[in-house]
């Protein structure tokens, strides 16, 4: 069974300039997670997503932030305009569906912002 | 609230040394999970283990084994003969019912980096 997948791996933009990462979950995952890891602390959730509805953003800075799940399966996270503290390692993870079990993770897109 | 505290930043450790590595937890939940996932270098976060909060039975699998125990709020993670491979982040988190909805969410803390020196 394919893993989830991200895209790209890695990243450098300029500050002010906008960016755009990308999302395929596991076949049949209903559930999709994206989360910031910053350098030396845990990742924390932006937006949780089931199905194509949004089940929590309450993280997500939506002044900048924006993501999408059309169709229910890829999903798409955006940064626009990108600041210097957007600089980090943004995870994307799928379940079946929502509840107290794991999530399986990507490989992660590390954003380098200068 | 829910919050998770690894307090050890980062462990070094020589091989086959046993090692490990806290966590202690805060939540006013009564039903809660605890899982222990693994970050490589290659950044994939990798699951481990998941209890729940009835479940206070210690568990081991191979060198890995966890210690639950809700009079001290902790779920400690030992692995025994520690090998070079073991060089990784580590991460406990809690996951808890989010407050007047069906849906969970998941904390982490900041992690534990370990190094297994050969």
């Known amino acids: 069974e394919a893993g989830v997948a991200q895209s790209p791996r890695y990243k450098i933009i300029e500050k002010r300039q906008s960016v755009a990462f990308w999302c395929n979950p596991i076949?049949?995952?209903?559930?999709l997670y994206w989360y910031q890891q910053i350098l030396g602390q845990g990742p924390k959730l932006l937006i949780q997503?089931?199905?194509?509805?949004?089940?929590?953003d309450s993280q997500l800075p939506k002044d900048r932030f924006s993501a999408e799940r059309l169709k229910g399966v890829d999903s798409t996270l955006k940064i626009q305009p990108a600041k210097l503290e957007d600089s980090a390692v943004y995870l994307c993870?799928?379940?079946?569906?929502?509840?107290?079990?794991?999530?399986?993770f990507g490989p992660g897109t590390r954003l380098t912002v200068t | 609230a829910q919050k998770v505290t690894q307090a050890q930043t980062e462990i070094s450790v020589v091989e086959k040394e046993d090692v490990t590595l806290d966590c202690v937890y805060e939540?006013?939940?009564?039903?809660?999970?605890l899982f222990w996932y693994k970050q490589p270098p290659s950044g994939e976060l990798v699951f481990l283990i998941r209890?729940?909060?009835?479940?206070?039975q210690n568990e081991i699998s191979g060198r890995y084994s966890w210690n639950f125990q809700k009079s001290t709020s902790s779920f400690n993670f030992t692995i025994t003969a520690s090998q070079v491979v073991d060089s990784a982040v580590y991460f406990c988190?809690?996951?808890?019912?989010?407050?007047?909805?069906?849906?969970?969410?998941?904390?982490f803390g900041k992690g534990t980096l370990l190094t297994v020196n050969p």
């Open positions: 993870a799928s379940r079946m569906e929502d509840g107290p079990y794991e999530q399986y």
């Open positions: 076949s049949g995952h209903a559930t």
């Open positions: 997503f089931q199905n194509n509805g949004v089940v929590d």
């Open positions: 939540t006013r939940d009564t039903t809660y999970y």
């Open positions: 209890r729940n909060s009835f479940d206070e």
């Open positions: 988190a809690l996951s808890v019912r989010r407050s007047g909805g069906s849906n969970y969410k998941l904390t």
